[in-house]
């Protein structure tokens, strides 16, 4: 499960240079006292949650079959555009019902976490899948590290915004209001298998992956895992998020993977898993809460999830 403490990290007060230099050193570090990325680091229900056909999606796809609307809403324009954007020095502002708010490095925000690798499915709200080795922190202990006040009960996320760098952002159509934002309700963010991925395929996240982090809620669809992540705030109130104030009915807050609860305009009961051809369209049933139900459907026990969907 630990593949390593850093025992050096970047203080922020360095030159943003060396920074990113260390940062980089420090990831690299990790994934060779971790060793194989495969065979290290997985917690063992992250690893029974995986089915027997469950085979890794190639790099090649997760890195460029993407979603970041910043940079376009074509699932090309991430991999083609994201290199514009600069993630050092990255600066993360924390707010909200916390003793301990302000700006952070976002290097001493991770320095003192234990870093894993875990398999994850991944199941977005348009019906296709994939199988990916992220490499990440706990996001409970990313969160309790600001301490909390106990009248905070949900999380909220949000983007980056820099029109300069996103080209997305200075699109005419403006799809979303920026900044991108999502939330979880605290208990969710706690579960175990919520994670801030740093990297993945043993390697930094590129930026159409969200660099330098990006949260990692693998039981939702994937749009409540919010990419380039700049701000934390500790809420007492359910946050607003982006895609449920696009288009209310059809994408609500929670997003939890229900074969049983259909988007409005197409069915959510089996999903096409990556690679995919018109030859072999591999589709495959979609599963309760994305295969994970035996971990986190006790976080909604006597909600309606039709309702809360
Ligand atoms: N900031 C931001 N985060 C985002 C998105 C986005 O457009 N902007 N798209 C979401 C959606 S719909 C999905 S499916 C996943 C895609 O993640 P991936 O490109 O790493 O597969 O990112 C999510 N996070
Ligand atoms: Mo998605």
Not at 32 to 56: C, F, K, S
Not at 144 to 154: L, N, R
Request: hydrophobic share 35%; glycine share 6%.
């Amino acid at each position: 499960m630990l593949i390593k403490k850093p025992s050096k990290i970047a203080p922020s007060e360095i030159t943003s240079e060396t920074s990113f230099l260390n940062r980089r050193k420090f990831l690299k570090q990790q994934s060779i006292l971790g060793g194989g990325l495969l065979g290290a680091g997985l917690i063992g229900n992250t690893q029974a949650a995986l089915q027997p056909d469950d085979d890794l999606t190639p790099e090649e796809i997760v890195t460029s079959y993407n979603n970041f609307y910043e940079f376009g809403t074509g699932k090309s324009d991430p991999v083609e555009y994201a290199h514009e954007m600069s993630t050092d020095p990255w600066t993360v502002k924390v707010s909200g019902d916390a003793n301990k708010t302000g700006k952070f490095a976002f290097e001493d925000i991770v320095k003192g976490l234990d870093v894993e690798d875990r398999i994850y499915r991944f199941r977005c709200v348009e019906a296709w899948s994939m199988v990916v080795p992220w490499r990440g922190v706990a996001l409970k202990d990313v969160l309790q590290q600001f301490e909390p006040k106990t009248s905070a009960k949900f999380v909220e996320f949000k983007t980056l915004v820099r029109p300069s760098e996103m080209r997305g952002q200075r699109a005419v159509f403006q799809s979303i209001d920026w900044p991108y934002t999502e939330g979880l309700r605290l208990d969710e963010a706690y579960h175990p298998l919520a994670i801030m991925a740093l990297g993945v395929y043993g390697k930094d996240l590129p930026n159409q992956n969200g660099a330098p982090w990006r949260l990692m809620v693998p039981w939702k669809y994937g749009f409540k895992s919010v990419k380039s992540i700049v701000s934390i705030r500790f809420t007492y109130r359910q946050p607003r998020n982006s895609w449920n104030v696009l288009a209310p009915h059809e994408y609500g807050f929670y997003a939890n993977v229900n074969p049983a609860v259909s988007h409005p305009r197409w069915s959510q009961a089996s999903e096409r898993r990556l690679p995919s051809s018109v030859f072999n369209p591999n589709r495959r049933p979609t599963l309760p809460f994305n295969g994970y139900a035996d971990e986190v459907a006790s976080l909604y026990s006597g909600m309606d999830l039709a309702k809360f969907y």
